[in-house]
């Protein structure tokens, strides 16, 4: 008995030695991964899976996921340990073949609008400069004219309602990065407010000039006139409480960083990014109209469109 009681004891205390390592993946990355057999087959079936979604069987009646007439794309997989693409495939739209502005063949070199694909650009811009630290602090700290508002606010009963004002002691750079933050989706550009002569016909209310957003046409708000904007929006939902999609929320998160590593956003994304990994077509703002995929008039498409601080 005394001889099993020991043996038990010294398995516990060789179990409690073992260090037990964080979940992750059983095998390396593969180093040399061009040219590999499983490689070949795997862009073959992603291939003939792209081409069935865009050319769906004759006798079907689905609409193509990605119609070949109207949507260029292009696709690219890279390894870091390849000095080139491991996978790549280019589709040109019919309709952009015949384009008087822009490129007229989509290859490695063409540049795409990306609209909101810029806030995963964002998060790896904060998870380069912090990792995840700053995930749990108030956006306050790092936004000024936030923490002045709350102070102002501390003084006037009016302000100490939850529905109607966003507590923004509570919001943290993390809920924003998240679509947690509970704040609108987007002040100024795309407002209908800017457009109430059309709009008011349709049965929209009137309103007058001061509840119309600042710069709901013309351009950009500047930071002052943003958060000045804001600041008079109730929130969507509780902080915390749902997702809700905002951009609102990551023009913030880019001015915290900002704060945080004291350069400008472009300056990051130029430094962190578009110079380490080579994207020399890369940029935040508009390049020369004759490298880009331009799918109709500039003005149509926003490929032209300076949204200002928006960008992130």
Not at 141 to 168: M, S
Request: net charge negative; proline share 8%.
């Amino acid at each position: 008995m005394w001889k099993i009681i020991s043996s038990c004891l010294l398995l516990a205390v060789h179990a409690a030695g073992d260090v037990c390592p964080l979940p992750g993946p059983l095998y390396p990355a593969p180093t040399a991964a061009a040219g590999s057999t499983t490689l070949d087959k795997a862009s073959s079936e992603f291939i003939t899976a792209l081409k069935s979604v865009m050319h769906p069987d004759y006798y079907s009646s689905q609409e193509p996921a990605i119609d070949p007439d109207l949507v260029s794309f292009t696709v690219q997989v890279y390894s870091s340990h390849e000095s080139r693409p491991l996978f790549e495939y280019y589709h040109t739209a019919t309709s952009a073949r015949n384009n008087t502005i822009g490129a007229n063949s989509v290859d490695e070199d063409t540049v795409f609008r990306i609209a909101s694909c810029s806030k995963l650009w964002t998060v790896l811009l904060l998870l380069i400069e912090t990792g995840d630290a700053s995930f749990h602090e108030p956006v306050v700290k790092y936004i000024p004219e936030l923490r002045d508002a709350i102070a102002e606010q501390g003084n006037n009963t009016q302000f100490l309602n939850e529905v109607d004002q966003v507590l923004w002691e509570e919001v943290t750079i993390g809920e924003l990065a998240s679509q947690l933050s509970g704040i609108g989706r987007q002040y100024g550009i795309g407002d209908l407010a800017g457009s109430a002569p059309l709009m008011v016909p349709l049965g929209f209310p009137e309103i007058s000039e001061s509840e119309a957003p600042q710069c709901a046409v013309g351009p950009a708000c500047t930071r002052s006139e943003f958060i000045s904007g804001i600041l008079n929006r109730p929130p969507i939902v509780p902080t915390s409480s749902s997702p809700a999609y905002s951009n609102d929320a990551y023009q913030l998160l880019a001015y915290a960083l900002e704060t945080i590593t004291g350069r400008t956003y472009q300056d990051l994304i130029e430094r962190r990014l578009i110079e380490p990994m080579g994207l020399s077509h890369s940029s935040v703002s508009k390049p020369d109209d004759q490298v880009g995929i331009i799918p109709g008039f500039p003005n149509m498409t926003l490929w032209d469109v300076d949204i200002g601080d928006v960008t992130p």
